[in-house]
């Protein structure tokens, strides 16, 4: 009788323990100021209803820094220096089937994105390696394909640095904006 009533007694003690812990307050990070993103091509296929024939093809998750008032590129991004296509982590794309960019046939699977802006053409960049922060590790010999892509100047600013998909006859092209800078990235498939 002793041994059952320290043995109810140590679990009636665990548990006013262990709901303790459990009802402590957790502190959470601040929001981001580079809030996380994701853009699909076709625009709509995450929201298709069961049944539609609409899939994914492509799946961009990237962070989207803000202008700020500050002039972006040649100034915060270098002209020439290589570019993590966004903030936080590197941007990753996602090929649910076999694409083509450049002349470059690639794979289905992840990819990072990473851009060499300068003033009038971007040089896009598909690498191989993902689940990096930033530019700060990037391989370029793990680079899959390599497109210049000319630059559009806009004629007002965009705030956040955006992607889009725009259709093409043979496939996307995906659409890059920041401050008065556009560029386009056609992909085929």
Same mark, same amino acid.
């Given at each position: 009788?002793?041994?059952?009533?320290?043995?109810?007694?140590?679990?009636?003690?665990?548990?006013?323990?262990?709901?303790?812990?459990?009802?402590?307050?957790?502190?959470?990070?601040?929001?981001?100021?580079?809030?996380?993103?994701?853009?699909?091509?076709?625009?709509?296929?995450?929201?298709?209803? $069961?049944?539609?024939?609409?899939?994914?093809?492509?799946? /961009? %998750?990237? +962070?989207?820094?803000? =202008?700020? &008032?500050?002039?972006?590129?040649?100034?915060?991004?270098?002209?020439?220096?290589?570019?993590?296509?966004?903030?936080?982590?590197?941007?990753?794309?996602?090929?649910?089937?076999?694409?083509?960019?450049?002349?470059?046939?690639?794979?289905?699977?992840?990819?990072?994105?990473? $851009?060499?802006?300068?003033?009038?053409?971007?040089?896009? /960049? %598909?690498? +191989?390696?993902?689940? =990096?922060? &930033?530019?700060?590790?990037?391989?370029?010999?793990?680079?899959?394909?390599?497109?210049?892509?000319?630059?559009?100047?806009?004629?007002?600013?965009?705030?956040?640095?955006?992607?889009?998909?725009?259709?093409?006859?043979?496939?996307?092209?995906?659409?890059?904006?920041?401050?008065?800078?556009?560029?386009?990235?056609?992909?085929?498939?």
């Amino acid at each position: 009788m002793k041994n059952i009533f320290i043995v109810v007694f140590a679990l009636i003690c665990f548990s006013a323990k262990a709901q303790q812990a459990s009802t402590a307050e957790v502190k959470f990070p601040a929001a981001d100021p580079s809030p996380a993103d994701i853009v699909y091509f076709p625009l709509n296929a995450p929201k298709v209803k $069961a049944g539609d024939p609409t899939k994914p093809v492509i799946k /961009i %998750v990237y +962070s989207r820094p803000q =202008k700020k &008032g500050r002039d972006i590129f040649g100034v915060l991004e270098q002209y020439g220096a290589v570019w993590r296509f966004g903030a936080n982590e590197s941007t990753e794309i996602h090929f649910f089937k076999k694409v083509n960019i450049g002349g470059k046939k690639i794979k289905a699977g992840t990819y990072s994105l990473f $851009a060499i802006p300068n003033k009038d053409t971007w040089t896009i /960049i %598909v690498n +191989s390696e993902t689940d =990096k922060w &930033g530019a700060f590790m990037y391989n370029q010999s793990k680079d899959i394909v390599r497109v210049n892509v000319p630059v559009k100047t806009l004629a007002k600013p965009i705030e956040y640095f955006s992607l889009t998909f725009t259709p093409a006859t043979e496939g996307a092209n995906l659409i890059i904006g920041w401050d008065r800078t556009q560029v386009e990235l056609p992909i085929s498939f």
